[in-house]
């Protein structure tokens, strides 16, 4: 990409590389779910919301008292 003129300009392209990045995160996803049996994809889809309360308390338990942020995030890439 071409550097930004401007702040507006800057806003975009980031904006553009997040949507890129989320686009490349999809089609991986896809790719891993297309080579899943009919029963697993079946198994996958029923879970609908209970993916999310399982995030949910991923996120509590890795923010337990006592740990660095750097420790919740991993390394920096």
Do not use: C, N
């Not at 949507?19 to 009919?38: N, Q, S």
């Not at 209970?50 to 006592?66: A, M, S």
């Amino acid at each position: 990409m071409e550097a930004p003129a401007g702040p507006e300009e800057r806003h975009a392209q980031e904006r553009l590389r997040e949507m890129h990045d989320l686009f490349e995160l999809f089609a991986g996803w896809y790719g891993d779910v297309r080579r899943l049996d009919t029963e697993r994809l079946v198994q996958l889809l029923s879970l609908g919301a209970k993916v999310q309360r399982i995030l949910e308390v991923k996120d509590r338990l890795t923010r337990l008292p006592g740990r660095r942020r750097d420790e919740e995030t991993g390394p920096e890439t």
